[in-house]
Nanobody, 124 residues
Framework: QVRLVESGGGLVQAGGALRLSCADSGRTFSSYKMGWFRQAPGKEREFVAAISWSGGSTYYADSVKGRFTISSVSAKNTVYLQMNSLKPEDTAVYYC?????????????????WGQGTQVTVTV
């Protein structure tokens, strides 16, 4: 059973950096695609980044491209989201997600498993 636990959120000033981690304590996720989504107050959950199960393909929302990097370490059953040059508009709860299917990378419908989320707050 997949069980995703996020960590690494916090409070940071604009221009700063954070690294989020998502560990699957339930099983190896080597055959899953992994994604990060975020949800700001009053807004829908939106796609941030995703990585294929092999780690060979990565995908990013236009709003984070060039600032965020997704990576994974299968041996640790962990996926990371390195966030640099953070902006106040990046403030949200960030969720890790996993799925067996390889399509629907950038939509919530493409993922079967979700973590509880970790808060990221970027101040001016």
């Amino acid at each position: 059973q997949v069980r995703l636990v996020e960590s690494g959120g916090g409070l940071v000033q604009a221009g700063g950096a954070l690294r989020l981690s998502c560990a699957d304590s339930g099983r190896t996720f080597s055959s899953y695609k992994m994604g990060w989504f975020r949800q700001a107050p009053g807004k829908e959950r939106e796609f941030v980044a995703a990585i294929s199960w092999s780690g060979g393909s990565t995908y990013y929302a236009d709003s984070v491209k060039g600032r965020f990097t997704i990576s994974s370490v299968s041996a640790k059953n962990t996926v990371y989201l390195q966030m640099n040059s953070l902006k106040p508009e990046d403030t949200a709860v960030y969720y890790c997600a996993a799925a067996k299917r390889s399509d629907l990378v950038a939509t919530t419908a493409g993922y079967s498993y979700w973590g509880q989320g970790t808060q990221v707050t970027v101040t001016v």
